[in-house]
């Protein structure tokens, strides 16, 4: 047990020693040595808890993943409406931490990489997949399902933009204004009054169950 919590205290650290190696040098001068400079543990240990560099790269875009994941599903009541899942997912994804310089230069690297990186574009893969899975889970309860595709590819282009431009000028869009933004979009495209009320009891165990809420 000593041991365990011991590995996975290390395998934390150094994510956190990734992320801010990649913030401070970029992702071609972030070596397994800096990496373990910044952790206090020699490149050799470095390898012991992970099987080299693109190993712990990867294991640092799952950190990332899983924190927009649980920022979204903290945001999530009990027994959530159509639109309160679409809020929550709004919500999660301009969360604070994500807006920190060190995790903001993490991402924008990941992503620049996903095209020529395998890890890193099966990765990417999941998360597209999920994203779509749970914001069309709420659009098809609300709208039929040609003009729920719509929706989502507009709300998916407003989030992507809003953070891409937050990325490149921070005074130029806040994450509270972006949420409201999309928000309203979303206010804009859906009949009166749809998606609050609650789900039926069969789609509640849909949702709840273990494959849809490894989607959040």
């Known amino acids: 047990m000593a041991n365990a919590t ?6 934390d650290e150094l994510i956190d020693a990734t992320i801010t190696a990649i913030y401070e040098d970029g992702l071609k001068d972030t070596t397994l040595a800096a990496i373990g400079r910044r952790a206090g543990l020699s ?21 990332l993943l899983r924190n927009l994941g649980d920022d979204i599903a903290a945001r999530l009541p009990a027994e959530p409406t159509p639109l309160g899942r679409l809020h929550a997912i709004i919500d999660g ?20 990489e996903v095209r020529r990186n395998p890890r890193f574009a099966r990765l990417q893969r ?37 953070w891409w431009a937050y990325a490149i000028d921070a005074k130029r869009i806040q994450p509270a204004r972006a949420r409201r933004l999309c928000r309203d979009y979303l206010a804009s495209r859906l009949p009166p009054g749809a998606g609050m009320a609650r789900p039926s009891k069969r789609r509640r165990r849909a949702a709840a169950s273990p494959k849809a809420r490894s989607r959040s």
């Open 93 to 112: 994804c301009f969360s604070r931490r994500h807006f920190l310089p060190e995790s903001m230069v993490a991402w924008l690297t990941f992503w620049l």
């Open 6 to 11: 011991l590995r996975r205290f290390r395998r």
């Open 43 to 63: 490149p050799a240990l470095v390898n012991h808890y992970f099987d080299g560099k693109e190993a712990l790269l990867e294991a640092t875009m799952r950190r």
């Open 126 to 162: 999941m998360l597209n997949r999920r994203f779509e899975s749970n914001i069309m889970f709420a659009l098809r309860q609300m709208v039929p399902a040609p003009l729920a595709e719509d929706i989502f590819l507009g709300l998916t282009a407003l989030i992507d933009g809003f």
